[in-house]
């Protein structure tokens, strides 16, 4: 989600986690990493004896490429899951043969875990986007931005039935050399954006729509939003945006690992 609002944005007093690195107990399960099949059921989650065994530290950088190259398009969805809007985007994902990612606050999750669920079973991936949407975690302590990273990782995974989160999406883009760090280290790359629809403002769908055509020279990885407030311009953008895509002969996948 771009950095707006100031603070904690919308999700400001949701949260009253402790502070701290959250520490997993000894033999406590950790599930595998999410499958990269992009279609048919969800993947099965596995408890591994050792906890952290099975997750595969990825690269510290942020990315923005594409999974299917230079005409690849990257559609990521920040902020849910929302009861109401992520089944419409969902919707229309389907109703196009879109896969996207999703970028969870680990607060929804919790809130709405059969969402997640679905999100994972339409084959579309993860991002942890940090427990409580703080887009100044950037400017606190390394033990608060753990507990933040950490905390959602583990409420992600949880509520998605044991799918871990494949990127990291700092809020408003609040990424620090110590949380890239810490999320490559626990498999999760660093998730950027090159088109930022602005979308959250409520422009308008032709403004929407007019955004993406105008910055997707910048780079392939769009966002939009589907939490913190009416989202039905974002529905209506992605309906028209999704097959206009295609036709310019566009493909969707995913961003790199």
């Known amino acids: 989600m771009a950095r707006h609002g100031g603070g904690r944005g919308w999700y400001g007093k949701v949260v009253g986690a402790a502070l701290g690195v959250t520490v997993l107990a000894a033999g406590a399960a950790v599930w595998t990493a999410q499958a990269g099949a992009v279609g048919g059921s969800a993947p099965k989650a596995t408890a591994s004896a050792k906890p952290g065994s099975d997750v595969k530290p990825v ?3 942020i990315v923005h490429a594409s999974d299917k190259g230079a005409r690849g398009v ?3 969805i920040d902020d849910g899951p929302d009861p109401v809007w992520t089944p419409q985007v969902l919707d229309v994902l389907r109703e196009y043969g879109v896969k996207a990612t999703f970028c969870i606050v680990g607060t929804q999750a919790q809130a ?3 969402l997640v669920k679905k999100v994972v ?3 579309h991936r993860l991002c942890d986007h940090s427990v409580s949407h703080d887009t100044t975690m950037d400017k606190k302590s390394q033990a608060y931005q753990s507990q933040q990273i950490l905390d959602a990782e583990r409420m992600i995974t949880e509520a998605s039935g044991g799918v871990r989160p494949m990127y990291y999406r700092a809020p408003g883009g609040a990424f620090t050399p110590y ?3 810490l999320a490559a280290s626990r498999g999760m790359r660093p998730l950027g954006w090159n088109v930022d629809t602005k979308d959250f403002e409520q422009p308008g ?3 929407i729509v007019a955004t993406v055509e105008r910055e997707l020279p910048n780079g392939p990885t769009l966002l939009f939003h589907d939490a913190g407030g009416d989202r039905s311009q974002t529905v209506e ?3 028209r945006v999704l097959p206009r895509l295609k036709e310019q002969g566009y493909s969707f996948g995913f961003p790199v690992r």
Request: hydrophobic letters at 40%.
């Open 74 to 76: 990257n559609i990521t």
């Open 121 to 123: 079973a339409a084959g």
């Open 237 to 239: 953008a992605l309906r």
């Open 179 to 181: 949380s890239r760090k």
């Open 112 to 114: 709405h875990p059969d």
């Open 59 to 61: 690269a510290v950088t």
């Open 205 to 207: 769908t032709d403004a």
